[in-house]
């Protein structure tokens, strides 16, 4: 069964630093890995998809890597800013058509 | 224009009552779902339709009803409600089953 982790649930940085943030699956047979952003109160925000024969994807400030054999991706964030704060989830898809979770990262990005 | 809009933000009723939430997406795709966050923030997957057929049904309660009219709409029909079903729930989109999903803001519903 499919188990998705992130780390570290919750994070606050400075403004202006590089940071990365964690996911890891259990099982290395996905379809693909996309990461999201929740605002409190809101929904989500797709950040980046990564497809399972690619290594990684850029979007602006946001760079994320998939490393299937070890069962990892990670979120690079550039230059962070206080709009970057908020929840970070990363999901799965796996077997059967289903997005499996993490339960997210909080980032808070300190002025 | 909002993408993939859901009514109401917040549904505040009595347990026992039966309620709708009703999804819209503008974006001409294929697949729609709801998803249901509990309170420690997982995303839990509950229906899953593309083109207008059933594609995932997971272990929900039968109170919980799917109904997709068309392939733009995706409404979630829960009868008898009871304090468990207090979370948020997402209706999402994509324009095949494994493509980016694209999100409401979510559905508050609270059980008194």
């Known amino acids: 069964k499919q188990e998705v982790t992130q780390i570290p649930a919750a994070l606050s940085v400075p403004e202006g630093e590089n940071?990365?943030?964690?996911?890891?699956?259990?099982?290395?047979?996905?379809?693909?890995?996309?990461?999201?952003?929740?605002?409190?109160?809101?929904?989500?925000?797709?950040?980046?998809?990564?497809?399972s024969s690619q290594r990684e994807q850029t979007s602006g400030r946001l760079n994320a890597s998939l490393d299937k054999s070890s069962g990892r991706s990670t979120l690079y964030i550039a230059a962070s800013q206080p709009g970057d704060s908020a929840t970070y989830l990363c999901a799965v898809w796996g077997s059967n058509y289903q997005l499996i979770w993490g339960a997210g990262t909080k980032l808070i990005i300190k002025p | 224009?909002?993408?993939?809009?859901?009514?109401?933000?917040?549904?505040?009723?009595?347990?026992?009552?039966?309620?709708?939430?009703?999804?819209?997406?503008?974006?001409?795709?294929?697949?729609?779902?709801?998803?249901?966050?509990?309170?420690?923030?997982?995303?839990?997957?509950?229906?899953?339709?593309?083109?207008?057929?059933?594609?995932?049904?997971?272990?929900?309660?039968?109170?919980?009803?799917?109904?997709?009219?068309?392939?733009a709409h995706l409404n979630l029909h829960i009868n008898s409600l009871e304090l468990g079903d207090s979370a948020v729930y997402f209706c999402a989109s994509s324009s095949a089953v494994n493509q980016p999903q694209h999100f409401g803001d979510g559905t508050r519903l609270s059980i008194l």
């Open chain 1, 19 to 51: 940071l990365v943030l964690n996911c890891s699956f259990t099982d290395s047979a996905i379809y693909n890995l996309q990461w999201f952003r929740q605002d409190p109160g809101k929904g989500l925000t797709s950040l980046l998809l990564i497809q």
């Open chain 2, 1 to 71: 224009d909002t993408a993939v809009s859901q009514t109401p933000k917040y549904l505040v009723t009595q347990m026992g009552n039966d309620k709708s939430i009703k999804c819209e997406q503008n974006l001409g795709h294929d697949t729609m779902y709801w998803y249901k966050q509990d309170s420690k923030k997982f995303l839990k997957i509950m229906f899953s339709y593309n083109n207008k057929e059933l594609i995932i049904n997971e272990t929900v309660p039968n109170r919980f009803s799917p109904k997709s009219p068309d392939k």
